[in-house]
């Protein structure tokens, strides 16, 4: 009781010192909270406040102010000792939304600015914490191997999401969510009189959010767990990286590093995992150099070294997939041609009986965490493929290889392939939205690998296979004008059906596009049944 006592009385001794030298800030106003917010709502409106005011990201007069404001008003907020105390000095003097708090100075006890971060514990204090929001560990604008928007030339989505929270953990949640579960993880570990925890549980945050998908995070000041571990902080907190990066079985590596975000976020990417071989297309053969009977994936990306988002995957899907990556400067590159690619970057599949099927050609993603969902969908029907060609040709596999099978895009780089005039006939669905192709395509896919019903009496020519191509008509607005002068611009979606030698064509408009109404129209184009009409010029494709 003593103890409490004295502990009550040094905070109030703390807070009470603060008046002589305050500037009328609100705790609460500071933060934007109303006086009974909780904790959650108080902890949301620091980190939210922390992006926004933050000394490196905001360069305006007063923002390193503002922060520190933001950090001294939290830190007496997030207390509930220190929170009871100030609403009872407060009722004692009777008035409210005063602060007991200022902005730090040259003696100020509590954060001082210094040019590597921000400082617990006054100038003497040799924890300092540094911040970096946004960017990359080395401080290069896209350098970070992709850069921060897209998926291999621009791809790290690396914008900290404020308000987000840091869960605790213990062993019954460490076995069951992070153990073996191929997924990199970044703990935190801490006593409850640990120095500096808030300011290091905000860089974590800032590094998992940056990283969201690649990264989760968790904390723990449990001393039986940490015991259990091995990993107790004793006075210091610890951070520990849980990954796959030499082994296939996940491991603790302890971070020793000076605690910022710049350093801990370069640590954290080398500790991806690294289960994708990577290789040089001179003599390109692995695929038949491998004993095992999984399903394999190549990457084929201009990037030098193996990207960040593959190894991300690499680690979930180690023990289901075999994984390759290799650079390619040129989709016209001689090597690259076996695989039928029309687009980079490119993921390339061998299923377990030997066959190779291009997965997706031309991939764009927004950002790492969409990304990494995207590529698990992709690997995941890959993966029932397989399964499906494992079990036999019966109907329902032979109808889901169909409709999985890939329609190229119409590049400049393949239109002579496509729809040159060694091709008799080809079939260009144009679509204008993801919602038209997502129709079109699958369609195409299940006719390209019918063989149509063709009149006995037709020209050899006419009975020779016909091509199958998409096309995005926002992109081509040119090579749709060869045909008709509108461009067709009011249709969503459209099938042409292109005679190249005869310079002569016919088009199905249509609101609904079903496999009946294509099926009907591409083969009474085979047979000549439909009225073609000469072109306006020669379409090329931009």
Same mark, same amino acid.
């Given at each position: ?8 009385f ?11 030298e ?16 909780n904790?959650?709502?108080? @902890? ?17 007069k007063?923002?390193?102010e503002?922060?520190?404001d933001i950090?001294?008003?939290?830190e ?8 009871r105390?100030?609403?009872s000095?407060e009722?004692? !003097? ?8 200022t902005s730090?100075?040259?003696g ?28 990359n ?10 850069g ?16 987000s ?6 062993? @019954?949640?460490?076995?069951?969510e ?9 703990l935190?570990?801490?006593s ?13 945050q ?19 767990f940490?015991?259990?571990l ?14 796959y990066?030499t082994a ?34 001179s ?5 038949s ?15 030098k070294?193996?990207?960040i988002?593959?190894?991300v995957?690499?680690?979930?899907y ?6 390759h ?23 390339v599949?061998?299923f ?8 997706k ?6 950002d790492?965490s969409t ?34 099978m ?33 129709k ?7 006719i ?6 063709r009149?006995?009496? @037709? ?14 008509a926002? !992109? ?8 008709d ?6 249709s969503? !979606? ?9 310079? !002569?064509?016919?088009?199905?408009l ?13 083969g ?7 009225q ?7 379409p090329?494709?931009?």
């Amino acid at each position: 009781m003593a103890r409490l006592m004295i502990s009550t009385f040094v905070i109030s001794l703390a807070i009470f010192s603060v008046l002589s030298e305050a500037k009328s800030r609100d705790p609460y106003k500071v933060l934007g909270v109303s006086r009974d917010a909780n904790q959650r709502d108080i @902890q949301k409106a620091f980190h939210r406040l922390s992006l926004q005011y933050h000394p490196d990201k905001n360069k305006n007069k007063g923002a390193q102010e503002k922060f520190a404001d933001i950090n001294n008003a939290y830190e007496i907020l997030s207390d509930e000792e220190k929170r009871r105390i100030m609403t009872s000095m407060e009722m004692r !003097k009777g008035h409210q939304g005063y602060t007991y708090f200022t902005s730090g100075g040259p003696g100020d006890t509590r954060f001082n600015f210094r040019p590597d971060g921000w400082e617990m514990g006054g100038q003497h204090n040799p924890h300092s914490f540094s911040f970096s929001f946004g960017g990359n560990p080395s401080g290069d604008s896209g350098s970070f191997d992709f850069g921060l928007n897209d998926l291999f030339s621009n791809f790290f989505g690396g914008n900290s999401k404020s308000g987000s929270h840091i869960s605790d953990i213990n062993s @019954q949640t460490f076995k069951k969510e992070i153990v073996d579960q191929g997924l990199t993880w970044l703990l935190l570990f801490y006593s409850p009189t640990a120095k500096g925890y808030r300011m290091s549980e905000s860089i974590i945050q800032d590094i998992a959010n940056s990283l969201q998908g690649a990264l989760k995070s968790k904390l723990s000041k449990r001393a039986g767990f940490c015991n259990e571990l091995g990993v107790w902080p004793s006075k210091a907190v610890r951070v520990f990286v849980y990954s796959y990066r030499t082994a296939e079985k996940g491991e603790l590596t302890e971070y020793s590093g000076e605690l910022n975000s710049k350093y801990l976020k370069t640590f954290c990417h080398d500790q991806l995992p690294r289960f994708s071989t990577r290789h040089t297309l001179s003599g390109f053969d692995f695929f038949s150099t491998s004993r095992e009977k999984l399903p394999q994936v190549l990457l084929l990306s201009t990037k030098k070294e193996t990207p960040i988002i593959w190894r991300v995957i690499t680690g979930l899907y180690r023990k289901r997939f075999k994984f390759h990556d290799a650079q390619v400067l040129d989709v016209t590159d001689e090597r690259v041609k076996r695989f039928k690619v029309d687009a980079l970057p490119a993921i390339v599949g061998r299923f377990s009986n030997g066959e190779e099927y291009v997965l997706k050609a031309g991939i764009t993603i927004k950002d790492l965490s969409t990304g990494i969902g995207e590529m698990k969908a992709l690997l995941n029907k890959f993966e029932r493929q397989n399964k499906n060609k494992a079990s036999g040709p019966g109907k329902e596999s032979s109808q889901t290889e169909a409709h999985d099978m890939s329609i190229p895009h119409l590049t400049s780089l393949n239109m002579e392939m496509m729809c040159g005039e060694s091709t008799p006939l080809c079939i260009i669905g144009a679509f204008r939205s993801s919602k038209a192709k997502d129709k079109i395509e699958p369609i195409l896919s299940l006719i390209s690998q019918k063989t149509l019903t063709r009149r006995r009496n @037709q020209p050899q020519a006419l009975r020779d296979s016909i091509s199958y191509s998409l096309l995005d008509a926002t !992109k081509q607005r040119k090579f749709l004008e060869s045909f008709d002068d509108s461009g067709y611009r009011s249709s969503d !979606k459209l099938l042409l059906a292109y005679k190249p030698r005869k310079g !002569k064509f016919a088009v199905l408009l249509t609101s609904e596009l079903t496999l009946e109404e294509a099926e009907e129209f591409i083969g009474s184009a085979l047979n000549g049944d439909i009225q073609f009409s000469k072109i306006r010029c020669r379409p090329t494709v931009q």
